[in-house]
């Protein structure tokens, strides 16, 4: 048996993908949260990248990835179309620096950081998902990869902090 060349995606804000096996997703996040959805035993799963947490004002028209309420809404169809029950998948949780607040020394009711990761936790919570790991919050910038094959998800800290770590249960490791 062969196995399929590795599909390589790296996401732009705003965008999504729910895939198989053979695909590696990437993304780098600031103050934007990714989603991570994967399925064990079918070894399919998503990601998001999403800038807001909810639009302002809804207008009727498509989803959009742009907003966390939204991306999720959109990771959820292709979930329904595996015909698993939701609650099968592992959620990882990432992003939500607040990149802006500690460049302008500023922290109050305006920050996008903390209100994307409190709607991804919203999110979870309210379609009883148990969150597997999550890497929300602080103050650097995260580039992160998800093995759909594996279900492992990357995350190595920018600037500063040089780190890297799995979120598949193992501990930080510097790289």
């Known amino acids: 048996m062969t196995s399929s060349p590795r599909k390589e995606v790296f996401l732009h804000p705003g965008e999504w993908i729910f895939a198989g096996r053979e695909h590696v997703i990437s993304t780098l996040l600031g103050s934007c ?3 991570v959805l994967w399925h064990p035993q079918l070894q399919v799963g998503g990601m998001c990248h999403y800038l807001l947490a909810r639009r302002s004002e809804r207008s009727g028209g498509e989803l959009s990835g742009r907003y966390g309420d939204e991306a999720m809404l959109l990771l959820l169809r292709e979930v329904l179309a595996t015909g698993r029950p939701l609650q099968e998948f592992r959620v990882k949780l990432i992003g939500g620096a607040a990149i802006l607040a500690t460049l302008e020394g500023e922290h109050g009711s305006n920050d996008v950081a903390a209100r994307n990761a409190d709607m991804a936790r919203l999110l979870a919570r ?3 998902l148990t969150v597997q790991a999550e890497d929300l919050g602080g103050a650097s910038p995260r580039m992160v990869m998800f093995d759909v ?6 995350v190595r800290l920018t600037q500063d902090n040089e780190t890297g770590a799995a979120l598949a249960g193992k501990k930080r490791k510097k790289t």
Do not use: Y
Not at 149 to 154: P, Y
């Open 149 to 154: 094959q594996s279900g492992d998800v990357w």
């Open 33 to 35: 949260v990714s989603i």
């Open 126 to 128: 309210q379609l009883g």
